[in-house]
T-cell receptor
Framework: GIQVEQSPPDLILQEGANSTLRCNFS?????LQWFHQNPWGQLINLFYIPSGTKQNGRLSATTVATERYSLLYISSSQTTDSGVYFCAPVGTYKYIFGTGTRLKVLA | DGGITQSPKYLFRKEGQNVTLSCEQNLNHDAMYWYRQDPGQGLRLIYYSQIVNDFQKGDIAEGYSVSREKKESFPLTVTSAQKNPTAFYLCAIGDSNEQFFGPGTRLTVL
């Protein structure tokens, strides 16, 4: 099956800093989503991005499907950005989750 | 109010007991999913259902059972055959384009 690798596994930032999270996947996929899991466990949809670039406020994402990776950019980080970020490439009705990047933003 | 609801938020059970986790949705989605998350890990698919009265095993279905008698409801039973049931359980709706998650149930088996 599809293997997903996310990096870095852990990240500590000072408030206001920028960061790039990476997701590599081992096979062609139909779609890819980025999620943020807040400290209470709720998973929040960030982007549905099979290819190309999307932006939503301080967040943007780029997927290069032909090279099998996706990037999530966080600019001007805030303490509320803390949590775990997951990418989930999609096979046939199956989302394959990586182990995530654990982000802590310090005030 | 509505969307995807899971109950209860926290659940404690004694070893050897079956327990059923609730997942309800009022967003009229055909497909529903159950995932398990262990500490420091990603989500793993337990079961999914694309339509009423039909469901398929995911990657870690052993020790779990589901039913899909109504479009709105997809309950998950954690049976005594599940060797390590303590985990965070998440229900989702959606399709191959986008999934949306409920708030989850934290199950602790004592």
């Amino acid at each position: 099956g599809i293997q997903v690798e996310q990096s870095p596994p852990d990240l500590i930032l000072q408030e206001g800093a920028n960061s790039t999270l990476r997701c590599n996947f081992s096979d062609s996929v139909n779609n890819l989503q980025w999620f943020h899991q807040n400290p209470w466990g709720q998973l929040i949809n960030l982007f549905y991005i099979p290819s190309g670039t999307k932006q939503n406020g301080r967040l943007s994402a780029t997927t290069v499907a032909t090279e099998r990776y996706s990037l999530l950019y966080i600019s001007s980080s805030q303490t509320t950005d803390s949590g775990v970020y997951f990418c989930a490439p999609v096979g046939t009705y199956k989302y394959i989750f990586g182990t995530g990047t654990r982000l802590k933003v310090l005030a | 109010d509505g969307g995807i609801t899971q109950s209860p938020k926290y659940l404690f059970r004694k070893e050897g007991q079956n327990v059923t986790l609730s997942c309800e949705q009022n967003l009229n989605h055909d497909a529903m999913y159950w995932y398990r998350q262990d500490p420091g890990q990603g989500l793993r698919l337990i079961y999914y259902s694309q339509i009423v009265n039909d469901f398929q095993k995911g990657d870690i279905a052993e020790g779990y059972s589901v039913s899909r008698e109504k479009k709105e409801s997809f309950p998950l039973t954690v049976t005594s055959a599940q060797k390590n049931p303590t985990a965070f359980y998440l229900c989702a709706i959606g399709d191959s384009n986008e999934q949306f998650f409920g708030p989850g149930t934290r199950l602790t088996v004592l």
